[in-house]
């Protein structure tokens, strides 16, 4: 298998913290912790470092929200702004209703009016106030109140200081959209975030809902156009509604993480490898900080912008990353509906009604007045209904969807991610996401000084054991639930009986709330030499130890990614001593180079069966549509790709990674032509040997070829004269590639605002190793910067570092953060 070595370098600028570091390692003088705490400052500081990251400290949660929220404001106040008008569901009143928002996972999923109604119906409802009345842990804990109050003074201070007509990011300089928060606000965002698994799949299904014969609104221009369908199959309706959902998972979100024990690293206890993929603009940007309170908490890492909490990070002790899980965050209830009067719908025997609501929301009207758009939507005793999911119509005519969203209730992730920041070893981090139950759809990974790696799946999930599954999914659930054995990553989705209320997800005695699946029968393992995950079901955290788990949460012996293959051999390999690099075991330099090597399973599997194949095809010539192409001078630049790597100046990634997309398409890797097929008793080397005598292969490369060409792109042209972004009066290349070659640096080129972007992929990647004593070792970079705003310095900077494949050394303790010398104060009187 090739390996390019892409030697991951630290930034020459901070160097020097190596050395520092380990003198007072030697020394003693690093010590961290309680122990050696002196008081925390009287008026929040906010001490930044090199490339604008910065260090908070306070005397009490509420100093170190505000030094949060000033800072947040500062590098990123109209991202947050947009943020806020959002979810207080007033976009429609500002920016007009046709315009594109966010409010999931996925970039430009909806338009302004559908989401104001989906969060104005939120509101409506209650549902985040009902919640903050709520004593922990349904309710937010104490620490959390004063951190959220303290953010909102930070963010209004910031503003109050600045104006709005002198802020100067364009994006909103001036806007009148740009005010003041209250925590309220705070809390609606934190909970949008919560809630955004379920919110591209059925938004506009929800909103849009109407029974046969209503008049309903036409659809939107981002979303396709809904018709009711001639009656389907329930094979075919599943089958619709998967790749629907795959669709949806290759668009959004993902990640990768690493956490390697005592026996798989060199020269320290653990290590944990961090690299979440997240989009590049908007809410779900993620910021980095330090938030400290002596003697409390001493927490380095990154959030999700806007929540004064570390979301991925590590402390003195503890290191830990999330990654998107294959659980669905909701399920269907298919509810029979009384053709004479389609609001009314069966349960146990006797007619229900429909509840409905009137949503109003204020719209921008051409003229610039304002008017009322008004819709009724209409909900179940099990939740709303909706008439599609990612687009694929769920007509209301004999039957109608209700949705039960599991994180609709959940404002527990606040207390998880507090409390997670002040763990102490990987048994502290399991017991915080069993007594709260507050993560929604992620995986946790984590390492701690004690040379334990932990893999854990407990989170909010639908209580559907695999006895109620089988005893209340419909037909089509029953195929829809089984069916993502065919397609790895997704997730297995439960459409319900909802003519039997006993068919509704039971309450668990030992789960935090209604409807949850019991946490101690999700699926822990806790190593040490490592564990992972690269967005696959938990089976395979690591290979030597499969899990078993209810069937809500994923697949079992089913065929792994190609990012899992590779997250898996390349620590094998390292572990092992097998990849062509000095000694054994995992150090920075080598975990760095797990990660941007850009190495490409896909190639390692498929590239000599393809170059095969091309050198043996008659005349050079392959027929595609009519065109006869010519792919004699595609042969010998694959050849020549020994690499098999993403890396920005390498040739024939991009004809590979052409042909490999129209090779694999929308279909499962095990459905590709291989020799040998997937064998789930060798789930990372199966299924392999591409059959280079297939037509598949022979017309995918063939139409890969031609695309170049038509696109006046040379087939031997260096990654970087695509994959390119613009900041500024610069270009940037971005190494990487898209998850489904195989490669864990995952980047997904698209359109932003007319211009190519990074839609999302590596986001905020970090590095931590512990030793036996001392301060945690930490290297870091956010690919995107530290602001959104083009005339910040910290609009750029990191992502240079990431294009030269560098990263930062993390300060940590009092003394690094003192050495810095970009050291800025900002003292909040």
Avoid at 791 to 815: C, I, M
Wanted: proline share 7%.
């Amino acid at each position: 298998m090739a390996r390019r070595r892409f030697r991951a370098r630290l930034p020459l600028v901070v160097t020097a913290v190596v050395a520092v570091m380990s003198t007072m390692a030697a020394t003693g003088s690093a010590a961290t912790g309680p122990a050696a705490a002196e008081p925390g400052p009287d008026k929040p500081t906010i001490r930044y470092t090199e490339y604008g990251i910065p260090h908070i400290i306070a005397s009490d949660w509420g100093g170190l929200g505000t030094g949060y929220g000033y800072a947040a404001a500062k590098d990123n106040i109209c991202t947050l702004a947009d943020t806020y008008l959002m979810v207080k569901a007033q976009r429609s009143r500002y920016l007009g209703p046709d315009g594109k928002a966010s409010p999931g996972q996925n970039q430009n999923s909806t338009t302004n009016l559908n989401s104001d109604l989906y969060f104005q119906r939120i509101k409506d409802n209650g549902v985040v106030e009902r919640l903050l009345a709520k004593p922990a842990p349904d309710g937010p804990e104490p620490e959390v109140k004063e951190a959220i109050r303290g953010y909102v003074q930070g963010y209004n201070r910031y503003l109050a200081e600045t104006g709005v007509n002198n802020l100067t990011d364009p994006a909103c300089r001036g806007a009148a959209w740009v005010r003041p928060i209250t925590e309220l606000d705070v809390y609606r965002h934190a909970h949008a975030e919560i809630i955004m698994g379920s919110a591209d799949p059925l938004l506009d299904g929800q909103v849009t809902a109407a029974p046969p014969g209503a008049s309903t609104a036409a659809p939107q221009a981002s979303s396709p156009a809904r018709t009711t369908p001639a009656k389907t199959s329930p094979a075919k309706t599943a089958e619709k509604i998967r790749d629907a959902l795959a669709a949806s998972r290759e668009q959004g979100m993902g990640s990768n993480a690493l956490a390697v024990g005592s026996q798989g690293v060199s020269g320290a206890t653990s290590m944990l490898l961090a690299n979440p993929h997240f989009p590049w603009q908007g809410k779900n940007r993620m910021w980095q900080s330090q938030l400290t309170i002596p003697g409390k908490v001493n927490v380095s890492g990154a959030s999700l912008l806007g929540l004064p909490a570390v979301n991925i990070g590590h402390n003195d002790d503890v290191a830990w990353s999330h990654t998107v899980a294959t659980v669905a965050p909701f399920g269907l209830f298919d509810v029979q509906v009384d053709p004479l009067n389609p609001t009314k719908y069966l349960v146990d025997g006797a007619w229900k009604q429909m509840t409905s609501q009137q949503i109003a929301v204020d719209v921008l009207q051409a003229d610039g007045s304002l008017a009322k758009v008004t819709r009724k939507l209409w909900s179940t005793q099990y939740g709303p209904i909706t008439t599609s999911i990612m687009g694929y119509p769920l007509p209301w005519v004999v039957s109608a969807h209700a949705v039960r969203d599991v994180n609709m209730n959940n404002l527990r992730a606040l207390n998880t991610w507090f409390r997670l920041d002040q763990a102490k070893d990987v048994h502290d981090v399991v017991n915080t996401l069993e007594t709260t139950q507050g993560v929604p759809f992620f995986n946790t990974v984590a390492s701690d000084r004690e040379g334990n790696a932990l893999y854990a799946d407990i989170q909010a999930v639908p209580n559907i054991t695999d006895e109620h599954a089988g005893s209340c999914l419909t037909e089509t659930g029953k195929l829809l639930f089984n069916q993502s054995l065919r397609l790895p990553n997704v997730p297995p989705l439960s459409i319900l009986d909802g003519k039997r209320s006993a068919c509704d997800w039971p309450d668990d005695p030992n789960a935090v709330g209604p409807g949850l699946l019991d946490p101690h029968k999700q699926p822990r393992l806790i190593r040490s030499d490592f564990v992972g995950n690269a967005n696959d079901s938990p089976w395979l955290a690591n290979p030597d130890q499969p899990l078993t788990y209810p069937r809500v949460m994923g697949d079992m012996a089913a065929p792994r990614s190609l990012r899992t293959q590779e997250l898996i051999l390349t620590a094998q390999n390292r572990i092992n001593g097998t990849d062509g690099l000095r000694g054994r075991g995992f150090t920075p330099e080598s975990m760095g180079q797990l990660l941007f090597a850009d190495n490409s399973r896909a190639a390692d599997l498929a590239l000599n069966a393809t170059v095969s194949m091309c050198q043996n095809v008659a005349f050079g010539l392959i027929l595609v549509d009519g065109n006869v192409v010519n792919v004699s001078e595609a042969c010998p630049i694959l050849a020549a790709w020994k690499s098999h790597d993403f890396t920005a100046d390498s040739r024939g990634s991009l004809l590979f990674a052409n042909y490999w997309s129209f090779l694999q398409g929308s279909q499962g890797l095990e459905n590709l032509p291989w020799k040998v097929p997937f064998d789930p008793k060798d789930p990372v080397h199966t299924p392999n040997s591409l059959d280079s005598g297939s037509s598949a292969v022979r017309d995918a490369f063939g139409r890969a070829v031609l695309a170049l060409r038509k696109a006046g792109i040379p087939l031997n042209a260096p990654l970087s004269d695509v994959q390119k972004i613009t900041r500024g009066s610069e270009q940037i290349p971005i190494h990487g590639a898209s998850g489904k070659l195989g490669v864990l640096n995952v980047i997904e080129l698209g359109q932003v605002d007319g211009t190519p972007d990074v839609e999302f992929g590596s986001s905020f990647i970090q590095q931590v190793r512990f030793t036996a004593d001392g301060p945690p070792e930490a290297y870091s970079v956010l690919a995107y910067s530290q602001s959104a705003n083009p005339n910040s310095p910290h609009y750029a900077d990191q992502t240079k570092l990431f294009s030269a494949g560098r990263w930062v050394t993390t300060r940590f303790t009092e003394e690094q953060i003192a050495a810095s010398p970009a050291l800025e104060t900002k003292v909040l009187d």
